[in-house]
């Protein structure tokens, strides 16, 4: 069966400083992967997804990037944290077009001081 | 992008059906209608999803008219565990990409 992991869980980081947020995807090859962020009291904002290993797209302008060095390994990171970074991250994966159910992972909030 | 409405907020007894509309107007031929719902702090999960037919699993029944302009979700018998906000998502994307935008969802609050 298929599993998806974050981490860190909850992640507290003052301003200015990195971030460095990890997805891994287990039991399933060649998944396109995705990182969404949702802010207080605010619907889901989808920021990357990716096709491929080193494929990235980016939804909306901001202060963060992705990478996937590996097929079933999604980073989102960033060089300085702003406050408006602060939020409720999420990936996800699916199968491509056809399989679109996506499978959440259990989150990362990230509170930004 | 076909977009969707929904509305903000719904209650529904417990042991009642819940019925949760929306609205896609704009849906072209191809797309697919999705729901998804977010219990508090976890990430999404999937409910159903359908093209043209009704369909029904385990967790809900999709009714889409016929024009393909609304749809309708219904939990047969809700419970208290089913409080969550519900997003009704129209598939939006080319080729192999598989982007769902979300929207701000209904918040549907089962009462005992």
């Known amino acids: 069966s298929q599993t998806i992991h974050q981490w860190p869980a909850t992640l507290v980081q003052p301003v200015g400083s990195p971030l460095s947020l990890e997805c891994t995807v287990e039991?399933?090859?060649?998944?396109?992967l995705y990182w969404y962020r949702q802010a207080a009291g605010r619907g889901l904002q989808l920021l990357f997804y990716?096709?491929?290993?080193?494929?990235i797209s980016s939804e909306v302008p901001q202060n963060l990037s992705a990478s996937r060095p590996q097929d079933r390994q999604f980073i989102l990171s960033s060089k300085k944290l702003l406050l408006s970074d602060s939020g409720f991250y999420l990936c996800?994966?699916?199968?491509?077009?056809?399989?679109?159910?996506?499978?959440f992972g259990p989150g990362t909030r990230l509170t930004v001081l | 992008d076909a977009k969707t409405t929904q509305p903000t907020s719904m209650d529904c007894a417990e042991g009642r059906a819940a019925n949760l509309p929306c609205n896609h107007s704009?849906?072209?031929?191809?797309?697919?209608v999705y729901w998804y719902r977010q219990i508090h702090s976890q990430g999404p999960q999937y409910i159903i999803h359908?093209?043209?037919n009704n369909e029904t699993n385990e967790m809900a029944s999709l009714i889409i008219t016929e024009d393909r302009k609304s749809s309708t979700l219904i939990l047969p018998h809700a419970t208290l565990r089913d409080t969550a906000v519900y997003y009704c998502?129209?598939?939006?994307?080319?080729?192999?990409?598989?982007?769902?935008?979300f929207g701000q969802g209904t918040t549907l609050q089962v009462k005992p």
């Open positions: 996800a994966w699916t199968r491509g077009r056809i399989y679109n159910e996506q499978f």
């Open positions: 039991g399933t090859s060649n998944p396109n």
């Open positions: 990716s096709v491929g290993i080193g494929q």
């Open positions: 704009t849906i072209s031929g191809n797309e697919y």
């Open positions: 359908g093209l043209k």
């Open positions: 998502i129209v598939f939006t994307g080319s080729g192999n990409t598989g982007k769902l935008i």
